[in-house]
């Protein structure tokens, strides 16, 4: 894990970059930080290498002081990607890639085979990327080299400086979704330094927003959007932060109705019973296995006739258009629910049926969020323009 004990850096010139920080990474979290240009982020990241001494306080990974190691060892048991990569521009990909695994005293071969599996698992086939040179590559492959080539000395810390901020929006939300993919499966500690809210939201399990040369706001996404610790912090993550919430808060099963629920099998009789016992003007219609299969609205069981109608709720059943996955984002509901003009949408475990959402669960589903510890929306769902663009 990294550390930050009341750490100050002043330049020569008198700038204060950051002032007072203390705070801590886990291990194997991902926190971001975020905030304007100039407010020091990179500045804190480069402190936990060494790129940048302190004037006061101390940094440790893994509970040793980096000022008592020797930069080279240290810079080589940390992996760095920066936004512009800097690959050497005269070796090969595969050399490149090799550079770190050949200074730990690896052999030729030995780094040359590292670096190959590598490149595979950032995306890039060695045998058709691994001779070529960072020139030959597009911005998004050479930033993909720059992932692997941090990952060639299993760095259990990895610092990353807008480390997708050099390619277009669309490559961006890809690496990104790769990026993530990889740190499920190798859960590096990771300090990510980021301009852009989405890519702290979407990436970080904490966020840390920087206001000049301090944290205002270290939490969970959801609880910055849904509690913003001050002014600062609320300005910066928008007026529209509300909406924003929306795409890191999942639908739980805590939030949904129950309807009343009819088989499909059921004679028609049941469910005029099921729906007048609940006062209700639809119920929900299941197969045997607990299923969804569509909707019944009383209106349909009325208008088959008084007293006991006959056929059966198969006859009656209309297709459920609006439904969603149990742990989406909000967001997709209220999109779901705006897409069908729907006042509730089925919500599926698998494809059980477990309840609805209607707007009001949906508003209380955004009050519990506030002060959520988690992010539990799958990442790669989260974005953060407004529901028109769900
Ligand atoms: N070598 C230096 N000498 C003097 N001031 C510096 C030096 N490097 C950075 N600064 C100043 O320290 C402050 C923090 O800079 P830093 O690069 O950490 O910001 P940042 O948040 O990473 O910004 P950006 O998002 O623009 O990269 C800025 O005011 C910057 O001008």
Redesign the pocket.
Known sequence: MIRFEQVT?R???G????EDLSFEVAEGELVT?V????????????MVNRL?EPTSGRVLVNGEDVAATDPVRLRRSIGYVIQQVGLLPHRTVLDNTATVPRLLGGTRRQSRERAAELLDLVGLDPAVYGGRYPDQLSGGQRQRVGVARALAADPPVLLM??PFGAVDPVVRERLQNEFLALQAELRKTVLL?T?DLEEAVRLGDRIAV?GH?RIEQLDAPAAVLGAPANRYVADFVGADRGLKRLSVTPVEPGDLERPPVVRLDDPLGTAVGALAAEGSRWAVVLDAENRLHGWIPADAVRAAGPGAPAGSVRDHTRRMEAWLPVGAPLKQAFATMLQHDAGWIAVLDGDRFLGVLTPTGLHEALRRSVGAQAQAVRREEVSLDTVAGA
Do not use: F, Q, R
Request: hydrophobic share 20%.
């Open positions: 850096k330049y020569p010139d700038t204060t970059a950051v930080l905030g304007p240009s100039g407010c020091g982020k990179t500045t804190t990241m480069k940048i400086d807008e330094v301009h920087y040369g």
